[in-house]
Structure formats: structure tokens, C-alpha cells
């Protein structure tokens, strides 16, 4: 089995500056960094060219690869390509191999749905010429109205591309009922990243559901990295800690070297 690389992402960090959440991080033992929040706020894809010199300097000066940049792109909104475009060109500065979309939303009658599927697919495909010049992938994440493996994997399969793919977020495509084994023969052979939370259902937390410390929920991580292992899979796996969005949650101090002893635990036991 390959050895997993695990990575953090900078949402775990409302209330910290870049530079001390990739401290941190390396000092926890995370060995990349994916880039979702700069200094507490949602990166801004049309940030100034010092301040993205700057966010290069910090990662590098951490010893810590970007793993993914991930922007707030819903492939089914208005007019998502030239945010898309700026965040390609974003990654390849940062060195990053992967941008992260979102899907969006989805009517549920079937022509509409159909509709705004192939509206995805053709910003996918007008993004590619630029994804596939600067090296950079385009990652759909298993969120919103696109939780589900099988709406990524519906998608992917409309796009002839290694350049787009598909970000495997360990807690959704539980939440709407499948299994990781299911999500993980629809996505192989697109997967660019593997995200992992856990989780509880709660009715009284929103959306019915409460983050958890690792191995405190009912969410299938352990399963999901045995069948990445066994499968040799050879990409990142990122812990998403939600602090920014759920502020009510352990503080990352607590929450990032929790997930990475777990982790590293799980996947010694998996090698045996």
C-alpha cells in the first residue's frame, strides 16, 4: 500500500493569520496545506499581485506543498467561468495542482436538471484549454445539490478530460446514503483529492447533522482510507475542519492533532 499524505485546510483557521496556521499545521505533523480561507477570510480570487506573492512566501517558508485552492465556483450559477478562470491561474502561481468547484444547485424536474447539467459541463470544457496550459485540475466536490457521487460521476462522464475530476468529500455522499464503497468505484479513476470529517445526526444542529472529532461520529473514514489504500490511490488526503463555518466546534489546536494521530493510527493498522 502507498503511504497516505495528509494535508489540513486553512477553514479550520478563522482567527489566524496564514502564517500561524501553517506553523501550526507543519508543527502538527501535516505535510500539505489546502487553501480555502487567507488571514480568516474566503480567498479572493482577484486578490492584488503583492498579496499573492505574499501567501507564496508564507507556505513555501512552512515547508508545506498547496494541495488545492478552493474557491466558491457553483458550476450551475450565471456566469461562474471567469471567477473559475482567475482561480486556475491562482493555483499555478501558488503551485497548486487543483482548483476546487462546487456543483450548485440542481432543479429536480428532469429536462431542467438536464439542462443545468450540461450548463456545468460546458464551463467545464471552456475552462480546460487554460486548466490543461497552466497544469492545473478542476476538482468537483461532492457538496450541495452535487452530494451525491453519482451526480459528480453523471458529470465527469460528459467531460473527456484528465484536467477535471472529482474532489471526494468523506461526509456528504454518506449524508444522502451511500456507501464509501459505491462512491469510491464511481470516482477512482477521476479522484484528485479526499476530504475527511466525521460527523452525527443531531436535530438540533442545522442540516440535522453535527461535526465531531474523528472516530466521535458515524461517518465511514476508516473504511474510506482502506479502500484509497487498497486501491493505490497516490493523492492527498485533507482534513476539513469547519471552524469558520461552525464556530461552535473544538478549536483546531485540539481538533488537527486529534485527526492526525487517529489517521496515522488507522492507516498502520491497514498495513498491518
Known amino acids: 500500500m502507498n503511504e497516505m499524505r495528509f494535508a489540513f485546510s486553512t477553514l479550520a483557521f478563522p482567527g489566524a493569520t496564514l502564517a500561524t496556521a501553517v506553523s501550526l499545521g507543519r508543527s502538527w505533523g501535516y505535510a500539505g496545506v489546502e487553501l480555502r480561507l487567507v488571514d480568516g477570510q474566503l480567498i479572493d480570487p482577484s486578490m492584488s499581485a503583492p498579496d499573492r ?18 474557491s466558491s465556483v457553483r458550476l450551475t450559477d450565471t456566469e461562474p467561468a471567469p471567477e473559475l478562470h482567475r482561480f486556475l491561474e491562482l493555483a499555478n502561481e501558488w503551485e497548486s495542482p487543483l482548483v476546487r468547484v462546487f456543483g450548485g444547485p440542481l432543479p429536480a424536474e428532469p429536462k431542467p436538471r438536464r439542462a443545468r447539467l450540461e450548463k456545468a459541463v460546458g464551463v467545464l470544457e471552456a475552462a480546460i484549454p487554460l486548466a490543461e496550459r497552466l497544469g492545473v485540475a478542476v476538482g468537483i466536490e461532492t457538496h450541495d445539490d452535487f452530494s451525491a457521487s453519482s451526480v459528480v460521476a453523471e458529470v465527469l462522464a460528459m467531460v473527456d478530460s484528465r ?9 456528504h455522499p454518506y449524508r444522502m446514503g451511500e456507501a ?5 468505484d464511481r470516482l477512482r479513476p477521476r479522484l484528485l483529492l479526499a476530504q475527511v470529517k466525521d460527523a452525527r445526526r443531531s436535530t438540533a444542529h ?5 461535526l465531531v472529532l474523528l472516530g466521535e461520529g458515524e461517518v465511514p473514514v476508516r473504511e474510506m482510507l482502506g ?6 490511490y497516490d493523492g492527498w488526503v485533507s482534513v476539513e475542519w469547519e471552524k469558520h463555518w461552525h464556530p461552535d466546534i473544538e478549536e483546531p489546536t485540539v481538533a488537527l492533532p486529534q485527526h492526525l494521530k487517529l489517521l496515522k493510527e488507522w492507516m498502520q493498522e491497514l498495513n498491518g
Request: proline fraction near 5%; hydrophobic fraction near 50%; aromatic fraction near 6%.
Open 180 to 184: 464509501p464503497a459505491e462512491v469510491y
Open 227 to 232: 479502500l484509497l489504500a487498497a486501491g493505490g
Open 53 to 70: 506573492s505574499r501567501v507564496k512566501q508564507t507556505v513555501a517558508a512552512a515547508g508545506l506543498p498547496v494541495v488545492a485552492v478552493d
Open 206 to 210: 442545522k442540516g440535522g447533522w453535527q
Open 163 to 171: 484536467s477535471v475530476g472529482a474532489v471526494w468529500d468523506s461526509h
